[in-house]
């Protein structure tokens, strides 16, 4: 694996009136790891990832995406990075491979491949059988599968997703983690993933950046992060751990 960052901020800071929702973020992301962006509701995340989408502009710092300033270059960014967000939209009354169609398309993708990569990404995520019912009829767990279906449509180089797994059962976590590490491992794809759920996390991640209240609390591999602060092995210890610090302030 490369140690040039496909994903880097320096200082990144964004603030909403008085609240600071990112505070002088550092965040370095390797190509073809699957990195893990942990905090709960309100550490930051979803911010910090919409500006690394170029969809919100930041008060401080600098991104960079492929060597791209997000919100300078959108369009550049958009062609290498699939956005799954926690809740995914799509047009209610068009049918799964109604909705991969439009995306196909939008995306300008070579017209005369267009159903057989439809049928593939419907295959990958298991909505096969489901390819023709309304979207609008879907639960969540199958809308978060069409929504990673619309990722594989665009063959991204980044999957950055934000809390993908609500909404699914054990068996459907299941099939998406194992989907994430697959693709991370033979495809080479490099995979944000923010979550608070700790236990499903570290099953595939490489490293980890722990946020609380909008401030990195630590970064790096699980393992290097127990050992650095004497902890047992683990990313519970090594979250509860790191967490505490901002407890203090600075």
């Known amino acids: ?6 994903i880097e901020a320096r200082g990144l800071s964004k603030s909403y009136g008085r609240l600071t929702a990112v505070d002088q973020l550092d965040l370095s992301i390797r190509p073809g790891e699957i990195f893990g962006l942990l905090g709960p509701n ?3 995340k979803t911010s910090t990832i919409l500006m690394l989408l170029g969809l919100s502009r930041p008060a401080a710092g600098s991104v960079s995406v492929f060597g791209f300033d997000p919100w300078e270059n959108p369009l550049a960014v ?6 799954l967000p926690e809740n995914v939209g799509f047009y209610s009354d068009l049918s799964a491979r109604q909705n991969l169609r439009f995306v196909y398309e939008l995306n300008r993708l070579a017209p005369e491949a267009r159903e057989r990569a439809v049928e593939e990404a419907l295959a990958a995520v298991g909505l096969g059988e489901a390819a023709d019912r309304r979207a609008g009829a ?9 929504g990673l279906a619309e990722l594989l449509i665009k063959k991204p180089d980044i999957f950055i997703l934000d809390e993908p797994t609500l909404g699914l059962d054990p068996e459907g976590i299941d099939w998406m983690l194992e989907l994430l590490a697959d693709l991370s491992a033979r495809a080479g794809l490099t995979v944000l993933l923010s979550s608070h ?4 996390v570290e099953r595939v991640v490489h490293r980890v950046a722990i946020l609380k209240g909008g401030r990195l609390m630590a970064q790096g591999p699980v393992a290097e992060l127990a050992a650095a602060a004497s902890l047992e092995s683990g990313l519970r210890a090594v979250y509860r751990h790191y967490f505490r610090l901002g407890e203090a302030g600075p």
Do not use: C, H, W
């Not at 879907?138 to 069409?146: D, E, K, P, T």
């Not at 759920?197 to 499903?200: G, N």
């Open 78 to 83: 958009k062609r290498r990075v699939g956005y």
């Open 42 to 44: 309100g550490a930051g």
């Open 138 to 146: 879907f639960s969540r767990g199958m809308r978060q599968r069409l």
């Open 197 to 200: 759920l700790l236990d499903l």
């Open 1 to 6: 694996m490369e140690n040039s960052p496909v």
